[in-house]
């Protein structure tokens, strides 16, 4: 993970102090990993993939934890996926009322890049800078007003958001 989403993410763990439960959606550790920012909490990854830190191999959206969870942490994921909807439904599922949803997802003008291991992408890879307005569709139902912030310098979208 490239340093400015995980300065978002330290920035926002600052403020997450009450947090029991985790999941880091797409979290598998290619170049760095916000696990450490809830060393209390206990703490889950799931992926698409099996690698470094993940402790679930499932597609997210087949896939439910065993009880609510305070925080859902999908950090540079959504630009790799074709169903952003999905995805993100299916962490609403996982967050109990009023649980936090942390977004960090590529946006213009970045580069496309593999989920596999940040280079070109590959064979038969899906791969779509996300917008400020796909990313509010896709959070329209469901969620408090969320906080999007699109970083054109560093072509990154962050969002802050509560499950109602």
Same mark, same amino acid.
């Given at each position: 993970?490239?340093?400015?989403?995980?300065?978002?993410?330290?920035?926002?763990?600052?403020?997450?102090?009450? &947090?029991?439960?985790? !999941?880091?959606?797409?979290?598998?550790? !290619?170049?760095?990993?916000?696990?450490?920012?809830?060393?209390?909490?206990?703490?889950?990854?799931?992926?698409?993939?099996?690698?470094?830190?993940?402790? &679930?191999?499932?597609?997210?959206?087949?896939?439910?934890?065993?009880?609510?969870?305070?925080?859902?942490?999908?950090?540079?994921?959504?630009?790799?996926?074709?169903?952003?909807?999905? &995805?993100?439904?299916?962490?609403?599922?996982?967050?109990?009322?009023?649980?936090?949803?942390?977004?960090?997802?590529?946006?213009?003008?970045?580069?496309?890049?593999?989920?596999?291991?940040?280079?070109?992408?590959?064979?038969?890879?899906?791969?779509?800078?996300?917008?400020?307005?796909?990313?509010?569709?896709?959070?329209?139902?469901?969620?408090?007003?969320?906080? !999007?912030?699109?970083?054109?310098?560093?072509?990154?979208?962050?969002?802050?958001?509560?499950?109602?």
């Amino acid at each position: 993970m490239h340093a400015e989403a995980m300065g978002w993410l330290t920035e926002q763990a600052a403020t997450l102090t009450d &947090v029991d439960t985790v !999941i880091d959606l797409g979290g598998r550790n !290619i170049n760095g990993t916000p696990r450490g920012l809830w060393p209390a909490a206990d703490y889950t990854v799931i992926d698409l993939h099996p690698g470094p830190g993940v402790d &679930v191999v499932a597609d997210c959206r087949d896939w439910a934890p065993d009880d609510k969870v305070d925080l859902v942490v999908c950090a540079e994921v959504l630009e790799h996926t074709d169903d952003v909807p999905g &995805v993100l439904e299916a962490a609403a599922g996982w967050l109990r009322q009023g649980g936090t949803l942390l977004v960090t997802a590529a946006a213009e003008p970045r580069a496309p890049h593999s989920h596999h291991d940040g280079g070109p992408l590959q064979p038969g890879e899906h791969y779509q800078n996300v917008t400020r307005a796909a990313l509010a569709d896709a959070l329209a139902h469901g969620w408090y007003d969320p906080e !999007i912030i699109h970083d054109e310098v560093h072509g990154d979208i962050y969002c802050r958001v509560q499950r109602r």
